[in-house]
């Protein structure tokens, strides 16, 4: 998979730099709708069930692509779904997976991303209304197997760095003094023990996403699949295909660059 294509690059309001972003979709979004779609009635009893469930959901796996995916493979059809279900996993178990999924999307985004810029993140910093939770922190050092620094007052963490590139700007204060003018409400170290559960949902999560495209693929490609192989390309173009397509045989050698995948 070629991530390059799917990395956000725009300048930076920092002279001379530029802003590089992986998209992960929603975050706190996806919790919200689980939790209403689960019937709980409150975000904390969500999270209080989640908490009692052990690291990996018990193999429940959550692909949080409800809005379709960007990073790290863009399409706007691949959609979110709960695999790895038994009878035994009610309720607790799928809202762990749904936090426990959001994270392995960007345990899977964060080494592409550090590999694009030449180097390695000491940490990664959570803010957001999902960093209220501190189980969604320490979720997350396990999946992307980095510290996690998460905020204080996270919700206004948007609003904090428009203010200190302002303030830079305006030479109030210089840009490498902002990490210290950070308040970090708690440091999650991830845990060893857990790690093995953790790289078997990630990759789980790679195989199930590939899985998720290739149904897509069946269903959206069988009107290409009967056209002329000099038509295939313009019909996966109309078809908004990012780069997996089923080929038939005979296509292999005049439409090469799309037998990949």
């Known amino acids: 998979l070629e991530f390059r294509r799917v990395l956000f690059r725009s300048p930076s309001p920092v002279p001379n730099m530029y802003y590089v972003m992986a998209e992960n979709g929603l975050g706190g979004r996806a919790f919200d709708w689980a939790q209403r779609l689960f019937g709980y ?25 409800l809005l379709g995916s960007i990073a ?7 959609r979110a779904a709960y695999v790895g279900l038994s009878l035994h996993h009610d309720r607790r178990h799928a809202i762990r997976a749904t936090l426990e999924g959001v994270a392995l999307n960007l345990g899977w985004l964060v080494p592409p991303v550090e590999a694009f810029v030449g180097n390695t993140f000491p940490h990664l910093t959570f803010g957001g209304g999902g960093a209220l939770s501190p189980l969604w922190g320490q979720i997350l050092a396990d999946a992307t197997d980095r510290t996690i620094h998460r905020l204080a007052e996270p919700r206004a963490t948007n609003a904090r760095g428009a203010a200190f590139l302002a303030f830079a700007d305006l030479g109030m204060l210089r840009l490498d003094d902002v990490p210290s003018l950070l308040q970090v409400q708690q440091v999650h170290q991830p845990r060893p023990e857990v790690r093995p559960v953790m790289q ?8 199930r996403g590939g899985d998720n495209l290739a149904i897509l693929d069946d269903q959206r490609g069988a009107g290409c699949a009967a056209a002329q192989p000099g038509e295939f390309q313009r019909c996966r173009r109309r078809n908004r295909h990012g780069g997996r397509y089923a080929v038939r045989p005979e296509q292999r050698t005049a439409e090469s660059g799309l037998a990949a995948g």
């Open 200 to 207: 078997a949902a990630l990759d789980r999560a790679g195989e």
């Open 72 to 78: 790290p493979s863009p399409n706007d059809d691949v």
């Open 41 to 65: 009635d409150s975000p904390d009893t969500a999270l209080l069930d989640a908490d009692t469930v052990a690291p990996g959901s018990e193999g429940a796996l959550f692909l949080p692509w």
